[in-house]
Structures are given as C-alpha cells and as structure tokens.
C-alpha cells in the first residue's frame, strides 16, 4: 500500500454518502491486503489514529491488535476515554499500557526542550517495540498518516515519523487506509464511523504532550497543575461555545513560584498560563478574543481548584514572535 496516491481528480469528502463509500471501498481493500494475518497498530486517542482503529476493527475485527500507550503526559480523562470507546464500545483488541513511570523517571531533572522530545520519542517506540514482541503473528502495523504528512515529508519540511524508529526485528509491512485524505475529510470518516465529537473533532495535541506545557524539568506536581488546569479550560471552553471554534488553547505551568494570598494567608506556588490561538496552517498564529467574563470566571476557578496555583496569566503573543506550543 505504500506508493498509493491521492488521484488529482479525486472529489473532496464532504457528505456523509462520501465518507460510506470511501469507507466501504477501504473495507474491501483492507481485507484483501491483510487476508487473515494480524494488524498492529499504535493508538494514541487522536483523530488519525482513532479513525484507522475504527475503519479496521469494522474491516478485520479482532485480527486488529490496538496499543495504547499512556505516557503520563496525557490529558485528563484521555485513557479512559479511549479504553471506553475502543474496548467496551467497538470490542476492540486493546492492550493499555501504563508507562507513566517509565517516562517520568527518564524525564527527572531534564530541562532541555529537545532532549525532553527525544526521550519521549524514543521511549514511546522502545514501550511500543516491547508489546509488539510480546504478540505472535503481527505481520502488519497501520498507522494513521495522512495526506498532508506525504505532502510535507516529500517537500522536506516534516520528518515523517509513524514507522520509523521501529528497531530491526521488528518490520511489519503498512496498513494505511486514510493516506490519502486530509484532515477534515478523516474527521468525517470519524464521524460516519460513529466515533463521539470530541475525539473526531478535538484540537490539535502534540506527541510529547503535557510534557512541553510544563517547561523546564517536568515534576509529577507540575504536571498535575497542568492536567488540573487544562480541564478546566476545556470544560469552560466548551461551556461558553468556544470549542470547535478556536484552533488550539490550553494551558502552561512554568517553573517559577511568586507570592500570594490563598485562605488568608500568604502563599507561594505557580502561576497557570493561560493560551488561545487560532490559525489556519500552525505557521503563524493569532490570539483569540476570551470574552471578559469568562477571563474573570477562569481567574477564580482555577487557583480555587488546582493544587499549588495562586495565579493566572494570559498569553497575548501572537506567532511570531511566540510559537504556539511553550517548548
Ligand atoms: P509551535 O509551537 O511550533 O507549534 O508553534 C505548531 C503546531 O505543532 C504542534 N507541535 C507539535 N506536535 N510534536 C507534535 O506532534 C511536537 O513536538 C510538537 N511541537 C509543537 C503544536 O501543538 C501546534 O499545533
């Protein structure tokens, strides 16, 4: 399946009708490459890599070994929402794994932002290889790539990296049946496929996570912070109509404490960051409009509710001059 392209004449999936068809046809086309071997695929509860889960376990079923690696650096109710939706909703073959140890122990006392993405990325795939000899008979891994990713790793300016890193003894050929769709065309397959809104729609999360909105060394209390605090934005954020509506927002812990007033006495803990950004291609970015009110609102909850925080600050940093991400 590796050299299939995306036909230049290929009509864009914009119906629900559209999404059937690419869906049916893809089921034909799964069966015929992966006969009755085994299919393994890394699932992270992101939009690609979800939808591939779900077009395969409606293709081969239980022929579909699932990974879920949780690196600790995930959000708030991510894991459980994926063993939810996969295992108890579709009966998916899933394998959860528990590396938050094993990534944070390895992540102690590092503050350099690209060792930090190295470890991550290199212990994800050293978690991932281990499952995978644990299984008999995999002969294929699936993976969500995506037209774009082939667009821009032949261009040059992303190291295409799904596969790759996977060490010797471990070559599968490649299942990937959304290579030629772009993102709002996958996201209707999601959807036709009946994954729930906010895995087809979520914003976008990068691979290392949690673990670049805690900048500096991360520590298990800070990053804690960030969970806490990150869901409470989305909760407002959805309370208020602003989900779907705004590219990315989240929030950051940074390493350094001031003083405060917390329960009449003086505190001294972190601040949350506070960041809203829209854009249309991640290249530059704009800062999103927080109406005042719900500014204020998220000012009281959040040192009310998070551990350790007594203030919060927002971002108005456009990029440039900031990126979005804080690492
Ligand atoms: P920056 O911070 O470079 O982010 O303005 C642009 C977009 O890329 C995402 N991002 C990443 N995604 N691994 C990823 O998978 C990463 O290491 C990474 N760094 C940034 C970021 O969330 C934004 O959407």
Redesign the pocket.
Request: cysteine-free; aromatic content about 8%.
């Given at each position: 399946m590796g050299e299939i392209r995306r036909p230049d004449d290929m009509e864009r999936i914009t119906t629900p009708e559209l999404a059937q068809k690419f869906i049916d046809e893809q089921e034909v086309l799964i069966r015929e490459q992966v006969g009755n071997d085994k299919v393994l695929l890394a699932l992270s509860g992101g939009v690609d890599s979800s939808v591939v889960a779900a077009m395969l376990i409606k293709a081969i079923g239980d022929q579909l070994v699932c990974v879920h690696v949780n690196h600790g650096l995930l959000r708030k109710g991510e894991p459980e929402q994926v063993i939810e939706v996969f295992r108890n909703q579709m009966k998916a073959n899933l394998v959860y794994v528990d590396a938050t140890d094993r990534f944070l122990d390895k992540l102690a006392n590092v503050d350099d932002p690209e060792t930090k993405?190295h470890i991550i990325g290199n212990e994800f795939i050293e978690v991932f290889a281990d499952e995978a000899r644990k299984l008999e008979g995999v002969k294929f891994l699936a993976q969500g790539t995506i037209w774009p990713d082939i667009l821009e790793s032949e261009k040059g300016i992303k190291a295409h990296h799904n596969a790759g890193g996977l060490p010797e003894d471990l070559q599968f050929e490649l299942v990937e049946p959304v290579r030629i769709l772009f993102k709002d065309e996958v996201r209707l397959v999601g959807k036709q496929l009946g994954l729930p809104d906010n895995m087809v729609y979520r914003q976008?999360?990068?691979?290392?996570g949690l673990g670049?909105r805690c900048p500096g060394a991360i520590t298990r209390d800070r990053l804690e912070a960030v969970r806490e605090s990150d869901a409470i934005l989305r909760e407002e954020f959805a309370k208020n109509g602003l989900e779907g509506k705004v590219w990315?927002y989240f929030t950051v812990v940074p390493d350094f404490k001031s003083t405060g007033i917390k329960d009449g006495a003086r505190s001294f803990e972190w601040p949350v960051i506070i960041r809203a950004v829209n854009t249309r291609d991640?290249m530059t970015?704009t800062v999103e409009h927080i109406p005042y009110d719900l500014m204020d609102h998220l000012a009281q909850r959040i040192p009310a509710e998070v551990k350790g925080v007594n203030r919060v600050l927002f971002d108005w940093t456009p990029?440039p001059t900031g990126?979005?991400?804080f690492e």
């Open positions: 993405r976008p999360f990068p691979g290392p670049v990315q991640a970015a990029k990126t979005i991400e």
